[in-house]
């Protein structure tokens, strides 16, 4: 199993990024998708989730209205559009799969890291 999180960056309050998380080894359409964060001294966050085919997602309170999650099976690839980023938003994001309960692997993180 991998899970390769890319799209990280330095992005001041405000902007935007998109995050992709390209995945191999394993029957991708066939697992929920999660993207979740670690912020500095704290604890695995569990920021969004989706389903297999795409038709239920999920978010945490502080990610609602501001960042979409997708995938494309055809692709094996998740994404996770974040707008309006805040400094709370920075933290090292990891795609993660799972089932619609709980997530089991996740792979090497991508850095969000929001400035002015």
């Known amino acids: 199993v991998q899970l390769q999180a890319s799209g990280g960056g330095l992005v001041q309050p405000g902007d935007s990024l998109r995050l992709s998380c390209a995945a191999s080894g394993f029957p991708f359409g066939s697992y929920w998708m999660y993207w979740l964060r670690q912020a500095p001294g704290k604890g695995l966050e569990r920021v969004s989730a989706?389903?297999?085919?795409?038709?239920?997602?999920y978010y945490t309170h502080s990610a609602k209205g501001r960042f979409t999650i997708s995938r494309d099976n055809a692709k094996n690839t998740l994404y996770l559009q974040m707008n309006s980023l805040k400094p709370e938003d920075t933290a090292l994001y990891y795609c993660?799969?799972?089932?619609?309960?709980?997530?089991?692997?996740w792979g090497q993180g991508t850095q969000v890291t929001v400035s002015s």
């Open positions: 989706i389903s297999t085919g795409g038709e239920t997602t």
């Open positions: 993660a799969r799972g089932s619609s309960t709980l997530y089991t692997d």
